[in-house]
């Protein structure tokens, strides 16, 4: 499908029309590794291809007494005989190539004589590649000639951008277009990648500044670990360099040293990072797809593994199109070929009868044919290339979206889906500008335009209605269901088999290994037939894609902080609530929180502080501490008041009652104090674990208890106001059981949830409704130091000793993003986008999920961050730490 250009020289071609007529034509003449192309400069002049395996005789022009009448040749010139020619773009028109058959000799004369030997050499060694019978000899045979020629050369130093730059490898490498590679040279200084093509084409050397990189991918080629591809946009679809290795550890190296350089400058991502992105609004539907494709292998630079989107729309008869309506929508949780139920059960019965290996589909969703397909107006020559110089039959050409959805809907083998370009802003593909030549259907018009649905009045508005589409409410509700399908857990093995979403072994990711396979044919014609047939993108997702947080789902607090303009809008005083006003100072705080500012800070405690509670006016700051003390600190007298002992062993956490009339502090020593701060005194004792309390929560008149003897457990009888001298009755409503110590626990702001950590590291998220695990997520290496849910409930965030920081998709249980740092985070508060980290030591970190990054260090306690409290409003943060102090923190904004 794809040839190696091996070089290039600037020749006058001589084209002996009889022998007292030559004819001299200015260009250049390429050696490819199955063909010898010449370029005329004229542009009216065609481009001459010609096979080598039809070439009867190639020599330095006069040997042998080669046209001795031919006195215009000069000792440069290199001759060829041969049997057929093509030509291709005549007066510069795309076309079918046309075919001249017969004996004919052309003489190259090259601008630099002294090549002629050598290009002679090259073009006798891959002719007789081309004669052999087999295509894996004639593979094995080309490689071994390529590697030949690139061992006797290297990379040109004079190139370099700077005399200053330092060299850091060099090695072989082939630059990736569609259909054709160019071998050279790959070198790596510490500001700049370069590549120097062995044939001096496109240009003698491209050159990227590492400085300008944003994004690089690891790329499946041709089955083999061998491909980079480098990007200097955020969100463009085209990449800047696409590099494919002749060694794996050769590409590995050049993306360390990158990966390397780029973590100064720019946060390497993952599907989850953007997964998280996506959910909370940051992404366009679209910009998200082109990531996962990224991320899954996909290039426009590889035919065979280019991006896939799904089609959306299903209607294409109405007039006007209507996307409050799902039922203009296409079913997003079935494949392609499953959404005709008729053509779906004829597939089934024979998939049922079939041997094994079984397959559903015997065609793809995505191949080098359907993408060429669709950009037939304007890659023609990509078509004319792969079809060995034709265009399709005019019947099945790209003619009609309603045409093309209809046969994707009824066909017997069609199952295709879209590209990147039905959802972008270019209409080129659309529109025949290049007015080609396209053939005539059996009704007698002429392939010309697509023609559109209906409801749109031009190339421009259907592509911004699909784009409207794409980022509708009903997608963005059900484009996690298609992600399952072709990114994700439904991919392969019995799940998609449920979903019927089964294709060909050979288009899947180790479907067959071609290292084990010992017959060079079979291993060409194997990865033939993969490269042409379609290839499934790497699986990014083993389980269920979470949904998008819509407009529908995300409570007030969410709505507020994705929309930006909120703030700014005009609304009456009339028109905004209180609760508005909360959430809009929220969100105002939350997007300042690099100001924070140390205001005062005390050292009240003996031993580090372990809970922070606050009374509702904030002029009472109640703290435990593992000295075994809860300590009454004012505020406004910045003097201490109270000192209370429940025990001579650690307290483990504080929280006030509603009322702030009772405190309640959990100990080491296995029981729960409830202090009343009226009466002065202990007033009451819950010993309810066999070992020490680690945790405490409440809400509404139910207390929650974690413990190191790895339970939960959910009391009742816990009223509010605790007054008079009764003790009271405490239930076990439930207990949670867990393999290990309970280090931390969790509620959401329902209370219908509840998220625990244990000393193993495992992430485990319960239905308190009926006392089950949701979810158990294995994600730290060691213990869990503190876990939060997001203020929608919708993910949860756990800190552990590795020093990582996980957000967990509620819904799915999915890991969706995973950010490290050099220590362990002992403690955090956050708003679903942001947190604010205490580490281990002492300084507090503002880190923006979103973004991947730390945005700010902030100089805080001499020994680890221990509890963080954070008031209503977000803005005022009392943190504890192992120094004893505790720190008043304020907003400056």
């Given at each position: 499908?794809?040839?190696?250009?091996?070089?290039?020289?600037?020749?006058?071609?001589?084209?002996?029309?009889?022998?007292?007529?030559?004819?001299?034509?200015?260009?250049?003449?390429?050696?490819?590794?199955?063909?010898?192309?010449?370029?005329?400069?004229?542009?009216?002049?065609?481009?001459?291809?010609?096979?080598?395996?039809?070439?009867?005789?190639?020599?330095?022009?006069?040997?042998?007494?080669?046209?001795?009448?031919?006195?215009?040749?000069?000792?440069?010139?290199?001759?060829?005989?041969?049997?057929?020619?093509?030509?291709?773009?005549?007066?510069?028109?795309?076309?079918?190539?046309?075919?001249?058959?017969?004996?004919?000799?052309?003489?190259?004369?090259?601008?630099?004589?002294?090549?002629?030997?050598?290009?002679?050499?090259?073009?006798?060694?891959?002719?007789?590649?081309?004669?052999?019978?087999?295509?894996?000899?004639?593979?094995?045979?080309?490689?071994?000639?390529?590697?030949?020629?690139?061992?006797?050369?290297?990379?040109?130093?004079?190139?370099?951008?700077?005399?200053?730059?330092?060299?850091?490898?060099?090695?072989?490498?082939?630059?990736?277009?569609?259909?054709?590679?160019?071998?050279?040279?790959?070198?790596?200084t510490d500001t700049n990648l370069y590549f120097q093509p062995l044939n001096g084409y496109p240009k003698p050397v491209v050159q990227i500044t590492l400085q300008d990189v944003r994004r690089i991918y690891k790329r499946r080629h041709g089955?083999?670990?061998?491909?980079?591809?480098?990007?200097?946009?955020?969100?463009?679809?085209?990449?800047?360099?696409?590099?494919?290795?002749?060694?794996?550890?050769?590409?590995?190296?050049?993306?360390?040293?990158?990966?390397?350089?780029?973590?100064?400058?720019?946060?390497?991502?993952?599907?989850?990072?953007?997964?998280?992105?996506?959910?909370?609004?940051?992404?366009?539907?679209?910009?998200?797809?082109?990531?996962?494709?990224?991320?899954?292998?996909?290039?426009?630079?590889?035919?065979?593994?280019?991006?896939?989107?799904?089609?959306?729309?299903?209607?294409?008869?109405?007039?006007?199109?209507?996307?409050?309506?799902?039922?203009?929508?296409?079913?997003?949780?079935?494949?392609?070929?499953?959404?005709?139920?008729?053509?779906?059960?004829?597939?089934?019965?024979?998939?049922?009868?079939?041997?094994?290996?079984?397959?559903?589909?015997?065609?793809?969703?995505?191949?080098?044919?359907?993408?060429?397909?669709?950009?037939?107006?304007?890659?023609?020559?990509?078509?004319?290339?792969?079809?060995?110089?034709?265009?399709?039959?005019?019947?099945?050409?790209?003619?009609?979206?309603?045409?093309?959805?209809?046969?994707?809907?009824?066909?017997?083998?069609?199952?295709?889906?879209?590209?990147?370009?039905?959802?972008?802003?270019?209409?080129?593909?659309?529109?025949?500008?290049?007015?080609?030549?396209?053939?005539?259907?059996?009704?007698?018009?002429?392939?010309?335009?697509?023609?559109?649905?209906?409801?749109?009045?031009?190339?421009?508005?259907?592509?911004?209605?699909?784009?409207?589409?794409?980022?509708?409410?009903?997608?963005?509700?059900?484009?996690?269901?298609?992600?399952?399908?072709?990114?994700?857990?439904?991919?392969?093995?019995?799940?998609?088999?449920?979903?019927?979403?089964?294709?060909?072994?050979?288009?899947?990711?180790?479907?067959?290994?071609?290292?084990?396979?010992?017959?060079?044919?079979?291993?060409?014609?194997?990865?033939?037939?993969?490269?042409?047939?379609?290839?499934?993108?790497?699986?990014?997702?083993?389980?269920?894609?979470?949904?998008?947080?819509?407009?529908?789902?995300?409570?007030?607090?969410?709505?507020?902080?994705?929309?930006?303009?909120?703030?700014?809008?005009?609304?009456?005083?009339?028109?905004?609530?209180?609760?508005?006003?909360?959430?809009?100072?929220?969100?105002?705080?939350?997007?300042?929180?690099?100001?924070?500012?140390?205001?005062?800070?005390?050292?009240?405690?003996?031993?580090?502080?372990?809970?922070?509670?606050?009374?509702?006016?904030?002029?009472?700051?109640?703290t435990t501490s593992q000295d075994s003390t809860l300590k009454m600190f004012s505020k406004e007298s910045k003097m201490l008041q109270r000192s209370i002992s429940f025990s001579n062993m650690a307290l483990s956490s504080c929280l006030l009652?509603?009322?702030?009339?009772?405190?309640?502090?959990?100990?080491?020593?296995?029981?729960?104090?409830?202090?009343?701060?009226?009466?002065?005194?202990?007033?009451?004792?819950?010993?309810?674990?066999?070992?020490?309390?680690?945790?405490?929560c409440w809400h509404d008149d139910r207390l929650y208890s974690a413990s190191w003897d790895s339970t939960v457990k959910v009391w009742s009888g816990v009223p509010a106001e605790m007054t008079g001298t009764k003790r009271h009755q405490f239930?076990?409503?439930?207990?949670?059981?867990?393999?290990?110590?309970?280090?931390?626990?969790?509620?959401?702001?329902?209370?219908?949830?509840?998220?625990?950590?244990?000393?193993?590291?495992?992430?485990?998220?319960?239905?308190?409704?009926?006392?089950?695990?949701?979810?158990?997520?294995?994600?730290?290496?060691?213990?869990?130091?503190?876990?939060?849910?997001?203020?929608?409930?919708?993910?949860?965030?756990?800190?552990?000793?590795?020093?990582?920081?996980?957000?967990?998709?509620?819904?799915?249980?999915?890991?969706?993003?995973?950010?490290?740092?050099?220590?362990?985070?002992?403690?955090?508060?956050?708003?679903?986008?942001?947190?604010?980290?205490?580490?281990?030591?002492?300084?507090?970190?503002?880190?923006?999920?979103?973004?991947?990054?730390?945005?700010?260090?902030?100089?805080?306690?001499?020994?680890?961050?221990?509890?963080?409290?954070?008031?209503?409003?977000?803005?005022?943060?009392?943190?504890?730490?192992?120094?004893?102090?505790?720190?008043?923190?304020?907003?400056?904004?």
């Amino acid at each position: 499908m794809c040839y190696n250009s091996f070089v290039t020289f600037l020749c006058s071609l001589i084209i002996i029309l009889c022998v007292l007529i030559p004819r001299k034509i200015r260009g250049s003449l390429k050696i490819c590794s199955k063909s010898v192309i010449f370029e005329p400069d004229a542009i009216s002049q065609p481009i001459i291809k010609i096979p080598l395996r039809d070439c009867i005789k190639i020599g330095k022009h006069g040997e042998n007494g080669a046209n001795r009448h031919f006195a215009m040749a000069k000792s440069g010139g290199i001759s060829l005989i041969f049997s057929q020619v093509y030509f291709i773009k005549e007066h510069n028109i795309v076309a079918p190539y046309k075919i001249e058959r017969g004996k004919m000799e052309y003489v190259f004369e090259l601008d630099v004589s002294g090549k002629v030997e050598d290009v002679v050499e090259t073009l006798l060694q891959l002719h007789r590649a081309s004669c052999l019978d087999k295509l894996g000899d004639q593979t094995a045979m080309i490689t071994a000639i390529l590697q030949s020629r690139l061992a006797r050369t290297s990379f040109d130093k004079n190139r370099f951008q700077s005399v200053s730059e330092k060299l850091h490898m060099e090695c072989k490498a082939e630059m990736v277009t569609p259909l054709v590679t160019n071998p050279g040279h790959v070198c790596i200084t510490d500001t700049n990648l370069y590549f120097q093509p062995l044939n001096g084409y496109p240009k003698p050397v491209v050159q990227i500044t590492l400085q300008d990189v944003r994004r690089i991918y690891k790329r499946r080629h041709g089955l083999m670990p061998l491909g980079l591809e480098v990007f200097c946009t955020e969100d463009d679809l085209c990449s800047d360099i696409y590099l494919k290795f002749y060694e794996p550890q050769d590409r590995d190296d050049i993306y360390f040293y990158i990966a390397t350089y780029l973590e100064h400058h720019v946060a390497e991502r993952t599907a989850e990072s953007y997964t998280l992105q996506w959910q909370r609004g940051h992404l366009s539907n679209r910009q998200y797809l082109l990531h996962l494709n990224n991320l899954a292998d996909r290039s426009c630079n590889d035919l065979s593994q280019y991006p896939v989107f799904p089609w959306i729309i299903s209607d294409y008869c109405s007039s006007e199109l209507d996307l409050s309506n799902p039922g203009t929508f296409r079913d997003l949780s079935k494949p392609v070929g499953a959404l005709n139920k008729e053509r779906l059960e004829r597939l089934l019965t024979r998939y049922q009868e079939m041997p094994e290996p079984k397959f559903m589909y015997g065609s793809h969703y995505s191949s080098p044919g359907y993408v060429l397909f669709y950009l037939v107006r304007i890659a023609p020559e990509y078509m004319l290339c792969l079809q060995n110089g034709r265009f399709d039959n005019a019947d099945r050409m790209f003619n009609s979206i309603a045409e093309t959805w209809k046969n994707c809907l009824d066909g017997a083998t069609d199952f295709k889906e879209l590209i990147p370009e039905f959802y972008g802003d270019d209409v080129s593909f659309l529109v025949n500008s290049l007015k080609l030549d396209l053939g005539k259907r059996q009704g007698g018009q002429m392939v010309d335009d697509v023609e559109l649905p209906p409801w749109a009045r031009s190339p421009e508005d259907f592509l911004q209605k699909s784009k409207d589409a794409l980022e509708s409410t009903y997608v963005s509700e059900h484009l996690h269901e298609w992600i399952d399908l072709v990114f994700g857990y439904k991919q392969k093995g019995s799940d998609a088999v449920g979903a019927h979403n089964v294709f060909h072994p050979l288009t899947y990711e180790g479907g067959v290994d071609l290292n084990s396979i010992e017959d060079p044919n079979e291993k060409v014609a194997m990865l033939t037939q993969i490269l042409e047939f379609g290839q499934t993108p790497k699986q990014l997702f083993v389980t269920p894609h979470p949904r998008r947080i819509t407009s529908k789902f995300r409570s007030l607090s969410q709505t507020s902080s994705y929309n930006a303009s909120t703030a700014d809008s005009p609304v009456s005083p009339g028109e905004e609530s209180f609760e508005d006003l909360t959430e809009e100072s929220k969100t105002l705080a939350w997007n300042n929180i690099t100001k924070l500012q140390l205001h005062e800070q005390h050292k009240i405690h003996k031993e580090a502080v372990t809970g922070i509670a606050v009374s509702c006016n904030g002029s009472s700051v109640f703290t435990t501490s593992q000295d075994s003390t809860l300590k009454m600190f004012s505020k406004e007298s910045k003097m201490l008041q109270r000192s209370i002992s429940f025990s001579n062993m650690a307290l483990s956490s504080c929280l006030l009652l509603p009322g702030d009339a009772t405190v309640i502090s959990s100990s080491w020593d296995n029981n729960v104090y409830f202090y009343s701060i009226a009466f002065g005194r202990c007033q009451d004792t819950l010993m309810g674990h066999d070992d020490a309390v680690s945790k405490i929560c409440w809400h509404d008149d139910r207390l929650y208890s974690a413990s190191w003897d790895s339970t939960v457990k959910v009391w009742s009888g816990v009223p509010a106001e605790m007054t008079g001298t009764k003790r009271h009755q405490f239930d076990v409503l439930a207990e949670l059981e867990h393999d290990v110590s309970v280090d931390t626990i969790s509620l959401n702001a329902a209370s219908t949830l509840l998220v625990s950590g244990t000393k193993e590291g495992t992430v485990t998220i319960w239905d308190l409704t009926t006392a089950t695990i949701l979810h158990q997520i294995p994600c730290h290496s060691g213990t869990v130091c503190d876990t939060a849910f997001s203020p929608d409930s919708r993910h949860v965030l756990s800190t552990g000793e590795d020093g990582c920081l996980n957000v967990i998709d509620v819904q799915t249980g999915m890991l969706i993003s995973s950010m490290a740092s050099d220590e362990p985070q002992r403690c955090f508060i956050w708003d679903g986008n942001s947190v604010l980290s205490g580490s281990q030591s002492g300084e507090l970190l503002v880190w923006d999920l979103l973004g991947g990054k730390i945005s700010e260090r902030i100089q805080g306690h001499t020994g680890a961050v221990t509890c963080i409290w954070m008031n209503e409003q977000c803005s005022s943060i009392i943190t504890g730490g192992e120094d004893r102090q505790i720190m008043f923190w304020k907003l400056q904004y």
